[in-house]
């Protein structure tokens, strides 16, 4: 079986995203909501690249300098200072310490052969190739030449002699060193603290606009996309986009800067090697390039099966009273386990990807650079001195090559979160995307009541109405029951006078203006619904009537429970009002649950009442306490009620019969059982099954 068929509607709407390129620019747009934080973050990150890429260079000055410098020609003087050196009762100055002018007299040279210094007293002609004779002599060779020089082998307690007036400018370099590898870590710890609340910020207003965003698309969209997808894009999805921020682009920022700097300081230092080293970055582009290519697409079914999973996992635990009614604890096991299965086949394949292109190929890379750089210094010291390099610039560039390749490490390691960001990116915005309705403030007056259907059509599914030309009309204070058997279209003419759905055609109007020129919310603000099966929120009986509305007082709240009858059945709660409340109301019972949800509805004062098959889950005790409060809470109010009982409805104003989409008969409860039609049918079925009940409870037990 194909991804497609197994992901049907999750990877279609993933597909329906612009690409990679628009997805981007949304991140983009996204970060530069918070772009001065940035922007400091990357001028910190700038200033501990600068200082952490000094130090090759104090190295090099100190190697140079301080330490082979000791090579460089040496001149007698007659006066001692901070840069002379005493040896053989004469004292002699480095030629890099005299001030212009100074007078020096003759010239001597220090030279290392192996591990031993020698003291030659005379200048020497040309540098190659040394070597120490039996004589004690020293002989240098340089292509076709050679010179021989007497040289007397210096003592270590000579030799510091001559590094004595370096140790200053040594010690001096070492603390410029420490203080700038504080420096660095001091900015880096800035770049990184302020990179991170900036990626925070930006995921908290992505995760705002995505709940923002579910709250505005339409109930319709939610028949396609289970809950648990849902949630997994509001939660997983930008969490990964979290990481994107705060660890991928901390690391390619910061990766980039120092390649950059590295790359700075290599041509500093030679030109041509540095040239080379370029070679790299197209290397870089095009690994990249490829990798993203394999990677998006196992990391898509990878974050569709984890939506799968999420919507799975939902699904099983709302419905776990049913599965193990039924038995299907292993069904269900067995369907968990083909998507957990088929997201662990696709991270192996990207596992395998990353081992195939990470660490390894780039330590491939760093070993051909190595050899670059040897071949180079090394074919280049025999082809003349002027092509001689110092030993400070052999080590600063090794030390540049070893860093260039720390930040391409980096990369390469973060690039399989880069693509599952990308990734995720791409359904968080398919999602942001969708077509929805801006959740209006408006507030319009407290309307009538006046209802009025007037041909209207309505399907869910093109093609297959479910409402066929529906017309009637209910005046302020009336009450209209709407009856027949399931999918007759009963809780359809429901769904559109709460504008949950539109009328593919025809129009409701409500005090005779068509719904759809009113704000959804300001529309059902002067409505109250309640369900056959009621869903109350985490919290306390109080929450679950106010719905958080500061104009629904706890008077207000505890008077709508009382108007209901709730205050006789709930009075068994230890806190009574304050009774906490936990997911769906499970701690309560069925009855309990319908109370609350009745008081919430009258709560809010609304114009129409709509009772949607709201007595056929509970008790007879509890059904004639709510028929009783309903008499009373009815009163000035257009009432809808969705029916399955016909003995709840005989008082009803009007009532609808409905038969597949169709009002095949209307009128009260007497003029319909004198047409003696289908309602007629229907109710005297009921009657006869609630007599056979009785006689049945009479009769007792047989003996």
Request: with cysteine.
């Amino acid at each position: 079986m194909s991804t497609e068929d197994i992901f049907g509607r999750d990877l279609d709407i993933d597909r329906a995203s612009a690409g990679k390129g628009e997805t981007v620019r949304r991140l983009i747009r996204y970060a530069m909501l918070y772009k001065w934080q940035l922007l400091l973050a990357i001028v910190m990150l700038a200033i501990s690249v600068a200082t952490n890429l000094a130090g090759p260079f104090v190295a090099k000055r100190l190697i140079d300098v301080h330490i082979s410098g000791i090579e460089q020609p040496w001149h007698e003087v007659s006066a001692e200072d901070a840069h002379t050196a005493e040896y053989g009762g004469k004292l002699y100055k480095r030629s890099d310490h005299f001030a212009p002018g100074e007078e020096r007299g003759g010239e001597v040279r220090i030279l290392q052969i192996g591990r031993e210094y020698y003291f030659i007293p005379q200048p020497v002609a040309f540098d190659g190739a040394r070597t120490v004779n039996e004589d004690g002599t020293v002989t240098i060779e340089q292509g076709g030449q050679t010179a021989v020089y007497p040289a007397e082998r210096i003592g270590a307690k000579e030799i510091y002699r001559f590094y004595r007036p370096e140790v200053d400018g040594m010690l001096r370099l070492c603390l410029f060193y420490f203080g700038l590898t504080v420096l660095s870590a001091f900015f880096a710890y800035g770049q990184r603290y302020y990179l991170q609340a900036a990626a925070n910020r930006i995921i908290l207003k992505m995760r705002n606009d995505v709940f923002a965003q579910v709250n505005r698309l339409a109930v319709r969209f939610f028949d396609n996309l289970p809950a648990g997808k849902v949630v997994s894009r509001i939660t997983n999805d930008t969490e990964a986009i979290r990481e994107l921020y705060v660890t991928v682009l901390a690391n390619f920022f910061t990766g980039g800067v120092n390649m950059v700097g590295i790359l700075g300081a290599m041509f500093l230092l030679d030109v041509r090697l540095a040239a080379i080293c370029l070679i790299i970055i197209p290397i870089l582009a095009v690994w990249i390039w490829v990798y993203g290519r394999f990677a998006r697409r196992y990391n898509r079914v990878i974050r569709a099966t984890l939506s799968e999973i999420n919507g799975r996992i939902n699904e099983s635990i709302q419905g776990m009273a049913v599965i193990r009614a039924f038995r299907r604890e292993k069904k269900v096991e067995e369907e968990f386990e083909a998507y957990n299965h088929r997201s662990f086949v696709y991270k192996n394949k990207l596992l395998s990807l990353n081992s195939l292109t990470g660490y390894n190929l780039v330590g491939v890379i760093r070993n051909f650079a190595y050899v670059a750089v040897i071949w180079y210094f090394g074919a280049e010291r025999l082809t003349g001195p002027e092509a001689i390099v110092s030993l400070g610039v052999l080590y600063a560039f090794v030390d540049y090559l070893n860093r260039l390749f720390d930040p391409i490490v980096n990369i390469v390691n973060q690039l399989p979160n880069l693509e599952t960001a990308l990734v995720s990116a791409e359904r968080v915005f398919v999602l942001l995307d969708e077509p929805g309705e801006d959740v209006s403030d408006e507030r319009i007056p407290r309307y009538k009541g006046d209802v009025a259907f007037r041909d209207v059509w309505f399907s869910y599914k093109e093609g297959e109405p479910v409402l066929k030309g529906i017309s009637f009309e209910a005046k302020q204070g009336q009450t209209v029951a709407l009856v027949g058997h399931t999918g007759s279209g009963k809780s359809s003419i429901i769904n559109l006078l709460f504008r949950f759905y539109d009328p593919d055609s025809g129009s409701v109007t409500i005090d005779g203006v068509d719904v759809r020129d009113i704000p959804r919310q300001a529309l059902r603000a002067h409505m109250g619904i309640v369900l056959q099966d009621p869903f109350l929120f985490t919290g306390t009986v109080e929450s679950n009537i106010t719905m958080g509305d500061s104009r629904i007082t706890r008077e207000k709240a505890a008077k709508a429970l009382a108007e209901v009858g709730g205050d006789r059945v709930l009075k068994a709660l230890p806190r009574g009002i304050d009774e906490p409340v936990l997911e769906k109301g499970s701690t309560l019972s069925a009855g309990q649950r319908q109370l609350i949800s009745f008081a919430r509805a009258l709560a809010f004062d609304p114009a129409i009442l709509i009772l949607d098959e709201a007595t056929s889950n509970i008790d007879t005790e509890t059904e004639a306490i709510i028929q009783e409060a309903l008499e009373v809470v009815k009163q000035g109010r257009t009432t809808f009620i969705v029916a399955h009982r016909l003995s709840t409805i005989k008082n009803a104003d009007l009532i609808l019969v409905l038969d597949r989409g169709v009002i095949v008969e209307r009128g009260n409860h007497e003029s319909l059982m004198e047409r003696r039609g289908k309602y007629y049918q229907m109710y005297q079925l009921q009657q006869g099954e609630a007599s056979a009940a009785g006689a049945a409870a009479g009769a007792g037990p047989a003996k």
